[in-house]
């Protein structure tokens, strides 16, 4: 390893190479473990990536691509390999306002993304709680979702092409910046959401769309779980293709964000069976909020909702949002496991009455505190059972729950080591047999993130 870290520090210079007690310091993240690298080794192009890759390569080591260091499945644990920093190629290379397209260097934050497309007058619709930290890369090697999803669609969707650095080395440019381009295999759909095990993604084309001109928020309180489904698609069609998010709380979520030591206090009071937070994006904003209104007026008259605020301002705006985005709240009462599914609405309330059942029948004081995405069938699950060691329990129940209804094991956060082993709960054998044969095919020594998403083969390391 001493040899291979010499080798590195050739290519990259002793400044960009850290070892000892400064890897251990940079090896830090409140959201998921990262081990303790060998070195984390910062390359500044695309160029020196290929360069790192296939001295490690060559040496038999191990490399693990860092993005922001957000991910919460333990996708970007590096104990004693190379981890792969991005962290200074954060560079904005273009933007094509005619053609609406950004091209940008993998360790751009998704924030500073956003805010120079808007600075253009463009929207990058991806938008999630780490914005701040979340990279670009990251954030397509991962899929991301965030609150958008209902209207532009995940990560994928954004992606019109990509640079990757394989196992080898080799440099794979398909920086398409076309929206069609039916040429055979579309290479980059094999980087996107494979969690760095195919190839290190180092730049990027992402499509980008008109910036709204109005901005429209409400909150408000729904008495059945049937009726949940039913104003979705109502907002759908009152609002004209304009709703952007649609966020429901239950109400175990909402006492907890809405009392001390939260900061936030109650929009409507307590005691509703869901609270749902919904935005619009449209083009004018006196008309697009008159017709927010009318869609709430006309499902209030129709027993939909029960209540009903709207944002007047965006300090108004902000205060609605804060309340869904202040999940550090849910383990102010002691250790707690977090969970990020997906599955058919409507198979959620069975979902959700079976797991509190099943919780309840091995942990008597059990809590399950749920919100999320619930307009594309995302969930996210807090579940405290008092038992730090209970984790794989609570897995089982959770997964083998969603494994019955057809659910899946990972909505927006991936596989990573944490649910690597319930990967088959949610695919074919048939298609994890193509996993692996992408991953023989491309990278056949293992070098790229290994033992993540799938279980390595036997006599190598996991």
């Not at 619930?374 to 579940?383: C, E, T």
Request: net charge negative; proline share 5%.
């Amino acid at each position: 390893m001493q040899d291979l870290i010499a080798e590195l520090t050739d290519i990259l210079g002793k400044a960009r190479v850290l070892t000892g007690d400064q890897a251990s310091e940079a090896a830090f993240s409140p959201w998921s473990r990262l081990g303790t690298p060998a070195a984390i080794v910062r390359p500044r192009s695309t160029a020196e990536v290929s360069a790192v890759v296939k001295c490690v390569q060559a040496s038999g080591g191990a490399i693990v691509p860092w993005g922001g260091k957000t991910g919460l499945v333990d996708g970007a644990d590096a104990q004693d390999a190379i981890a792969l920093s991005l962290e200074r190629m954060t560079g904005i290379e273009e933007i094509d306002v005619d053609g609406a397209t950004m091209t940008v260097q993998a360790g751009c934050t998704l924030q500073a993304a956003a805010e120079a497309a808007e600075a253009s007058g463009l929207l990058l619709p991806l938008d999630l709680g780490s914005r701040g930290t979340a990279t670009i890369g990251g954030t397509i090697s991962t899929n991301a979702g965030g609150n958008r999803v209902l209207r532009y669609g995940m990560m994928r969707d954004m992606v019109l092409g990509l640079e990757a650095v394989l196992a080898d080395g080799t440099v794979v440019s398909a920086l398409n910046p076309l929206i069609k381009n039916n040429t055979g295999y579309d290479i980059k759909q094999l980087f996107i959401g494979s969690e760095g095990t195919l190839g290190v993604v180092t730049r990027a084309v992402l499509r980008l769309r008109p910036l709204p001109a109005s901005q429209n928020t409400a909150f408000m309180t729904v008495g059945r779980f049937e009726d949940l489904p039913r104003l979705l698609r109502r907002l759908e069609r009152d609002l004209a293709g304009g709703l952007s998010a649609f966020e429901v709380m239950w109400p175990e979520f909402y006492d907890l964000v809405t009392t001390p030591p939260a900061t936030g206090r109650p929009l409507l009071p307590p005691g509703a069976a869901f609270y749902v937070l919904v935005e619009s994006l449209g083009g004018d904003q006196a008309e697009d909020a008159d017709r927010l209104e009318r869609a709430l007026g006309g499902a209030l008259e129709e027993g939909l909702i029960e209540d009903a605020v709207l944002a007047k301002s965006q300090s108004e705006r902000r205060r609605m949002w804060a309340l869904r985005d202040d999940v550090g709240q849910v383990s102010r009462d002691g250790p707690v496991f977090t969970f990020d599914v997906s599955l058919k609405i409507s198979r959620m309330q069975g979902y959700l009455d079976a797991l509190r059942q099943s919780l309840m029948s091995r942990w008597p004081t059990a809590s399950l505190v749920v919100f999320g995405h619930l307009g594309d069938g995302n969930l996210h699950l807090i579940i405290g059972v008092g038992d730090r060691d209970a984790r794989g329990v609570v897995e089982d129940v959770v997964y083998g729950l969603i494994r019955e209804v057809d659910g899946s094991i990972s909505a927006e956060h991936g596989i990573g080591l944490q649910k690597r082993d319930y990967l088959a709960w949610s695919r074919s054998a048939a298609e994890i047999g193509v996993m692996r044969a992408l991953k023989n095919a491309m990278d056949p020594k293992g070098v790229l993130n290994p033992g993540k998403v799938l279980r390595p083969p036997l006599g190598l390391d996991a």
